[in-house]
């Protein structure tokens, strides 16, 4: 076996000039940044079992010129490895894990001193707060190579960090800060210089106040200020001025100079910025997932004042930021995350062009005349009533009292311009924009309605009106007879016919027919309303989107509305009034469809297509339920079939209240899908394909007049515009990095896996304690995971993951009672880029109120019907408070229906396993807490539920098959003792992992692990009662490896059953199995006639880099070998 | 998650209340004592890690009030004055913590450092003792877990030296010594460790400690240290160099854990019978007792210990603006 590939933390950073080394896991990786792409450049591994805690190059000389003889220390645990910079960066140079240096104790942070020569010197803490150097002679025995000196106080250290005294003449004087378990701050000096150790090193001074653990501390690169981090969720500054150059005893200070409130969470470290004149500034990292800077005034009150956040680094499955590096400029920092993320972010904002936000409240007082001169009527205050962006450069707004302004952004400042003045718009809402492109230029088509039921048209490009100020003036048209309550245009522009725009005028009046235009664009200046249609709205329908879709003289719109619902109108003779095809209810619940969007037609491409051709769409919706979602609409016109199908769904909980939806390629590598809506008070620009907030801010909540756009051209293509009315003001907010991917490393699960499988056809699911469920794709070239989409659904962390044995559904279980069924279809990740990944249905709560009910196992097989179709399956769910719950779930029906239940005992279950035999019979097999496993023959409740076990003609397996009446109308049926056939005591406590070999048969080969660190084999023979229904275990045989593994053996996987001697005869297995002690053991079995079970034993050993493994899979890589999938804390893969 | 709610989900939760323990944990001692007649016999026994203090209630209630009514159901029998049996020898139960801990009746609660060398003698004051002759020693300590596992590991293997450390300089030879342990990647190496020490060495898992859960705890049974081994907090064992001629071992001691081959895996114990509650169960509770009455859940004997937390918690809320501290 040999480590291929790993995810997981990353635990250190060190900038190398503009490059990056990283620690991670066992890894030194080296990444490029100097060029617009961020490159792996290479990855080398250090050490046998340590994770990169920490990266060190030696200093560089006085005029910062890295030395040429440069050295690089790697240090993790009690290991450390000391290279040459030049050795390393050279890609043919491999490192060896067996130059690793074992160290006396724990290092928490070390550094280079002044080398002897060529040989190069360190120092190094240890968590004992004890100072140790090195002299890297690897001429001389190791122990010799070390000196100890003593320690002014030998207590457990969470935090240390050593500094040179550059201040001193001699730079081997060294200042330690350390934070101890119990919440104090010490500071010590050590002079390195001499021969002789001191017999007494004293401490300096010992900082007293944080309330927890000391996770980091640091000073100041002037040596006058201290910083310390810690569980109170503080960060504390300290003068150390006195204490550095003192000499006389251990000063006591219990008051900081400042204390930093603001994290919310723990905090994990801290650094010293470059000094502004007058203030001190600090970078803190923390649990939180925020990274602040702070900045404290050396005049006046010393206060610890946060400057800026930098909010949900890692958020998408993020717990933790373990490392931070700042770049040597001091204008951007790395970050990395327990997440495998890596992340660059900038801190100078000051800067015109990483300016990412910039806000402005507009004065329109001083464009407008004052609000007496506005004819009749009290004079009321004026406000901006409903807005247009055009782009992200400018942007119309309707004001209440009957103005119309345009706003120009692409100049700095921002330039108002008048465009009219119509007491008929006054207090006017409707108004709308549809764009189309001209030459490759963005052009707009602006319609404006009065109270009267009049539209006006006007198109704009780039800022400036094109049509004639006399026929603005003038050309209001007459489209309804009452006041129209809003435009809404069609976001798709037809390839056929590129000088049409449709729009869908809608008025208060329920129940009034919409009026669709269409809109000739084509003399650009004067668009002009070619044909137009009465559209009769379903009941209850109020339009919020439509879509309009025309091909080869066919013409569809589609309508979404306010209560969740799609209506399907196919528009024929101008002028005429149309009834809907087809409605849709409940697409968005009942919620209101934000948007609609074509993303593709996959129409009938053969010669013989003609008009009459099914078409079938590819559509995006958007809506307040939280989701965006795609659909494929199947239009046969000939047969008269509308038919939707939803393929995915997305709830992103980062957007609860989704607006729209847009697909961004940028290269023609990356392809970006940015979701924007609200979230609470924050206006939410989110990047669904990297996981992360690509911008937000706070507006105050989506209760107001707002718009929103992207930038139309394409040098405009990474900004944005959100404006908004707030207090009866105009606030303009541009963004400008909307599409910055700050990601050098791709992000995978924030928290430990707790559950992976592998479907039949290779996508791999993890569910972890983030409470995220991640497909991905193995990529058998690099071994590197490849992520294909996530969903955050679960509200607790993941129990369990099922696929089903096709691999088109898996269903999932969580705390709470949480059961889930998913469809997974691949097969749209040719047409839209993404997997679609929809959450069908959820498993019923049950009434009784039983708190954190956890879902342990699941165990999912197929059924079909009696003429053999699918029906969908029969799943198995055991849970924390003993229960067993059976259901069959109805592909069809898309859901869940209790066909059986029962308690075991009062244990938890954790496992559940379904098995048939070649004779029809039906077998469940549970185990749980209590060490045993139980069979239970449930052939006869079965048939009662009209399932049972029949074998497949064409092949000579056993499948599932339901028949008699509709499952839905039976009482459950009871699962009782009685079923029990067997319940054999096999661990002394929880059996944390069972896999059985043969799904089917009359041979049951049963493999459990547990708590207790033991391995059982089993080998049971299952024959059908004499006369009637049902099993009976006729042998038995176990086999309890005990003491398999160090600790809790978690996870098994079987590799094969072919004996792996070469023409033995005997019969035999191969598995592998994993527990918390991180080693990986391949294991070979041999087995005898009957139930016999021969020698066992161990072929292979290796250690993993997964802390807390849970599960191992197997993958096919497609030429008959197979890879090992580890999940945990990470993932690791693994070539067999 | 409200106390009803905690009852149901952790039945040890709501036995501890019921019975006036300070903390769930102290059915552990209870099952591992159950397992292993840890308490045979015991009359002098140092608790380490004490606070908030459940292990040595188990300790004051088996050893001191022995045969006396002690299983009450009343809340807050701390304040009971509790009879020593004259029959018996004089009992002695020393518990340190960093932490202050509320008294016990019958147990000596000192404020101390475990790993200070000025603790022994302490100790041993108040043992009334010149010389090892404890029976038993146990400690639950556990530290602040950051999710790194490694760290979090070493840093409770280092705990748990400590307090073998401190064991070695009280126990008398035959004496036993209790400890909580995480079961990571390298524990082998911890329990070779302790097999030096004693003859008999076991990993137990008691029912009532969370199967979900990395915790475990060795019992060491019949303290036979090395021939001329000098215990001493001065020079601890395993804790890292505290002279220049310990570096040579330690070295050699890191080298062990690349060598699977030469780790000893000790013999695992699962205690607590099966018919005792099941920490990872969910359990149905009635709404009434069986008398019909009904069930009240009650509040925890000692309050948890203020988060290390409180004052930022405290902070942000006097400022309000939502718990928005900062805004960008």
């Not at chain 2, 690349?258 to 205690?271: K, Q």
Request: glycine share 8%; proline share 5%; hydrophobic share 35%.
């Amino acid at each position: 076996m040999k480590s291929r590939s790993y995810v997981g933390p990353v635990t250190s950073l060190a900038f190398l000039g503009d490059d990056l080394f990283v620690g991670h896991g066992l890894e030194l990786k080296f990444f490029t940044l100097s060029s617009s792409q961020p490159l792996l450049q290479w990855r080398k591994r250090i050490f046998k079992r340590e994770r990169i805690q920490g990266i060190q190059l030696s200093p560089p000389t006085q005029d910062g010129e890295p030395v040429s003889d440069a050295n690089v220390l790697l240090w993790g645990g009690k290991r450390f490895q000391i290279l040459q910079l030049a050795d390393l960066m050279n890609p043919s140079f491999n490192t060896s894990i067996e130059e690793e240096i074992p160290a006396p104790d724990w290092i928490l942070h070390s550094v280079f001193l002044e080398p002897d020569g060529k040989v190069p010197r360190i120092a190094m803490m240890t968590a004992h707060n004890t100072i140790l150097t090195y002299r890297h002679d690897q001429g001389i025995e190791l122990a010799s190579r070390y000196k100890w000196y003593p320690s002014p106080e030998r207590c457990l250290l969470y935090s240390a960090t050593l500094f040179r005294d550059s201040m001193v003449q001699t730079s081997d004087n060294l200042v330690a800060i350390a934070g101890t378990v119990f919440g104090e701050v010490l500071l010590w000096k050590l002079d390195t210089t001499q021969e002789k150790v001191p017999e007494k090193v004293e401490l300096s001074s010992r900082y007293l106040s944080h309330e927890g653990s000391v996770f980091g501390v640091s000073i100041s690169p002037e040596f006058s200020y201290a910083a310390s981090c810690s569980d109170d969720r503080t960060i504390r500054v300290w003068d150390i001025e006195a204490d550095i150059t003192g000499s006389e005893g251990c000063r006591e200070v219990k008051e900081p100079l400042a204390i930093g409130w603001g994290h919310q969470a723990r905090i994990w470290g801290v650094r010293f910025l470059q000094a502004e004149e007058g203030y001190v500034r600090i970078i803190s990292f923390s649990e939180d997932l925020t990274a602040k800077v702070w900045s404290m005034r050396l005049n006046g009150s010393k206060s610890l004042i946060c400057t800026k956040t930098f909010k949900n680094l890692h958020s998408a499955s993020g717990k933790n930021i373990w490392s931070l590096a700042v770049h040597p400029s001091e204008r951007r920092f790395v970050t990395g995350g327990a997440d495998s993320g890596i992340a660059s972010w900038n801190i100078l904002e000051d800067v015109r062009e990483t300016l990412a936000i910039k806000e402005t409240v507009a004065n329109l007082e001083e464009i407008l005349p004052p609000p007496s001169t506005l004819g009749a009527g009290k004079p009321t205050k004026d406000e901006p009533r409903k807005y247009v962006a055009l782009g992200s450069r400018s942007f119309i707004v309707a004001m209440s009292s009957g103005w119309l302004l345009h706003c120009n952004l692409s100049q700095p400042g921002i330039e108002w311009q008048k465009v009219g003045f119509w007491p008929r718009i006054k207090n006017m809402s409707a108004m709308g924009a549809g764009m189309f492109g001209v030459d490759g230029t963005c052009n707009y088509v602006v319609a404006l309605g009065d109270n009267t039921g009049k539209v006006l048209l006007q198109t704009w490009r780039q800022g400036l009106l094109l049509t004639p100020a006399d026929s603005v003036n003038q050309d209001w048209i007459q489209i309804c007879d009452t006041r129209p309550s809003d435009i809404f245009f069609s976001r798709y522009q037809n390839i056929e016919d590129p000088h049409s725009v449709y729009a869908a005028v809608t008025t208060f009046k329920p129940d009034t027919p919409i009026q669709l235009l269409k809109i000739n664009v084509g003399t650009a200046e004067i668009p002009t309303i070619a044909q137009s249609w009465s559209l009769i709205p379903p009941d209850t329908f109020p339009f919020t989107a439509i879509l309009v879709y025309a091909c080869e003289g066919r013409i569809f719109c589609l309508a979404g509305s306010r209560h969740g619902a799609f209506a399907l109108y196919s528009i024929i003779a101008d002028g005429s009034t149309i009834n809907p095809l087809k409605t849709w209810r409940h697409v968005h619940d009942d919620e209101s469809i934000t948007s609609l969007a074509l993303k593709g037609i996959s129409s009938q491409t053969d010669a013989n297509a003609s008009a009459d051709s099914p078409i079938e769409l590819l559509l995006t919706s958007t809506g307040r339920s939280g989701a965006y979602k795609s659909h494929k609409l199947f239009l046969d016109t000939a047969v008269q079939e509308y038919e939707l199908f939803e393929i995915n769904a997305v709830y992103p909980a980062a957007v609860p209240r989704v607006e729209n939806y847009h697909k961004f390629t940028t290269s023609s590598t990356a392809e970006y899908e940015i979701i924007y809506g609200f979230r609470g008070r924050d206006f939410v620009l989110w990047n669904q394909t990297l996981g992360l907030e690509a911008a937000s801010y706070d507006c105050e909540g989506g209760n107001r007049s707002w718009d929103f756009s992207f930038g139309a051209d394409e040098d405009a293509q990474s900004e944005g515009l959100f404006v908004f009315t707030k207090s009866k003001k105009c606030y303009v907010v541009e963004f400008k990095q909307i599409l910055r991917n700050p990601l050098l490393q791709t992000p995978f699960h924030g928290r430990e896996v707790k559950t992976l499988a592998i479907s039949s056809q290779g996508t791999i699911a993890t569910g972890a304690e983030d409470t995220i469920i991640r497909l991905s794709s193995l990529d058998h070239e690099t071994n590197q995971l490849l992520p294909l989409a996530f969903r955050k659904t679960h509200t607790t962390g993941l129990q369990d993951l099922v696929w089903s044995p096709c691999g088109g559904w898996l269903f999932s279980s969580g705390s709470v009672e949480e059961v889930y069924s998913w469809k997974i279809n691949a097969e749209t990740k040719l047409q839209s880029g993404t997997v679609g990944m929809l959450r069908e249905a959820v498993y019923e709560v049950s009434t009784e109120n039983l708190p954190d009910l956890r879902v342990c196992g699941l165990d999912a097989t197929t059924i079909y019907t009696e003429n053999g179709d699918h029906y969908g399956f029969l799943v198995g769910m055991v849970r924390s408070d003993s229960s067993i719950k059976l259901a069959l779930y109805d592909i069809a029906g898309k859901k869940f229906t209790t066909i059986a239940e029962g308690h075991y005992k009062t244990s938890c279950l954790l496992q559940i396993r379904f098995h048939l035999t070649t004779y029809g019979g039906i077998l469940i097999i549970t185990a749980g807490t209590d060490g045993h496993v139980t069979f239970w023959d449930i052939t006869e409740t079965m048939s009662t539920c009209g399932v049972s076990a029949k074998p497949i003609t064409s092949s000579d397996s056993v499948a599932l098959s339901l028949n008699g009446p509709q499952a839905s109308t039976l009482t459950p049926a009871k699962l009782r003792s009685e079923q029990w056939i067997l319940s054999q005591p096999i661990h002394q406590n929880s059996i944390k992992v069972l896999e059985i070999l043969n799904r089917e048969g009359s041979e049951i080969l049963l493999l459990t692990g547990g708590d207790d660190t033991a391995i059982s084999v089993s080998r049971v023979i299952c024959e059908q009662h004499a006369g009637k229904l049902g099993t009976r275990i006729s042998g038995m045989t176990t086999r309890l490896l005990e003491r398999a593994h160090a600790s809790a053996v978690t996870a098994l996987a079987i590799l094969s059953t072919k004996p792996s001697v070469p023409n033995h005869q005997e019969k035999g297995i191969e598995f592998l199995s994993s527990g918390v002690d991180q080693q990986v053991k391949k294991w070979c079995i041999k087995l005898g006639e009957d139930t016999a079970i021969g020698s066992v034993e161990v072929v292979e050993d290796i250690y993993v880099s997964v802390p807390d493994v849970s599960s191992l899979a197997l993958i096919d890589t497609g030429d008959n070998t197979k890879k090992l999938v580890v999940g945990g804390v990470g993932v690791e893969v693994l070539e067999l | 998650m409200g106390k009803s709610s905690k009852d149901k989900r952790d039945s040890y939760y709501r036995l501890a209340k019921e019975q006036g323990y300070r903390a769930r944990s102290a059915y552990k001692l209870l099952q591992l004592d159950a397992q292993f007649n840890l308490f045979k016999d015991v009359t002098r026994v140092v608790d380490l890690c004490a606070a908030p203090g459940s292990w040595s209630q188990v300790l004051s209630r088996s050893l001191v009030a022995k045969g006396k009514d002690r299983d009450h159901n009343v809340v807050g029998s701390e304040t009971k004055e509790v009879q020593e049996d004259q029959s018996k020898p004089k009992v002695k139960i020393v518990a340190l913590d960093l932490q202050p801990m509320t008294p016990l009746p019958g147990v000596i609660t000192l404020q101390a450092d475990i790993t200070h060398p000025s603790t022994l003698p302490l100790v041993l004051k108040h043992l009334e003792s010149d010389s090892a002759n404890v029976d038993l020693v146990v400690s639950d300590g556990a530290p602040d877990v950051t999710g790194l596992h490694d760290l979090d590991e070493y840093i409770q293997a280092q705990l748990l030296l400590a307090a073998l450390n401190l064991a070695t300089c009280v126990l008398r030879p035959g004496g036993n010594f209790v400890a909580k342990i995480f079961r990571g990647r390298d524990v082998a190496e911890l329990y070779c460790k302790l097999r030096i020490f004693f003859e008999r060495v076991t990993v137990a898992k008691p029912r009532s400690s969370r199967g979900s859960s990395i915790e475990a705890f060795v019992v060491c049974e019949n303290y036979t240290p090395p021939e001329g081994f000098q215990p001493s907090l001065e020079n601890p064992i395993w804790t890292g160099p505290t002279r220049q001629e310990d570096i040579a071992g330690q070295i050699a001691e890191v080298s062990l854990d690349d060598a699977p081959n030469g780790r000893w895996v000790a013999p695992f114990v699962a205690c607590g019978d099966l018919s005792e509650w099941d920490s990872d169960a969910t359990y149905q509770l009635p709404d009434t007792d069986e008398n019909g009455v009904k069930r009240v859940s009650i509040d925890p004997i000692q309050p948890p210990t203020a988060p290390p937390y409180k004052t930022a918690i405290e902070m942000r809320r006097k400022l309000g603006n939502g718990g928005k501290i900062d805004k960008i």
